[in-house]
């Protein structure tokens, strides 16, 4: 399994990456181990992630997600915590 996913660090920022297991990679982040962005901006919260058929189509979504504006990061971000879930399928999510 192959997941895009987005965090919040603690200045507010929104992180976005590729992942296999996004809470794993969560924990990753706050323990030092992700990212450099992150590693300053500690503790981090994982508000979204789309699960995708292959980790082609993972990096593909991720580098969209990426490039989004921040209005529409948060828009992913409250659609996940609207359904209960942040778990949003790659191939259906909601495109801005």
């Not at 706050?30 to 292959?54: F, H, I, Q």
């Not at 997600?65 to 191939?91: G, N």
């Amino acid at each position: 399994m192959h997941f895009v996913y987005i965090v919040r660090c603690a200045d507010g920022t929104l992180y976005t990456g590729y992942a296999r297991d996004p809470q794993r990679r969560t924990r990753a982040h706050n323990a030092g181990r992700g990212a450099k962005y992150t590693a300053r901006r500690l503790p981090v919260s994982l508000v979204y992630w789309e699960l995708c058929d292959s980790k082609s189509a993972a990096l593909k979504r991720e580098y969209e997600v990426k490039h989004l504006a921040r209005v529409d990061k948060e828009r992913l971000a409250r659609s996940a915590v609207s359904t209960a879930s942040p778990q949003k399928p790659c191939s259906t999510a909601t495109r801005p």
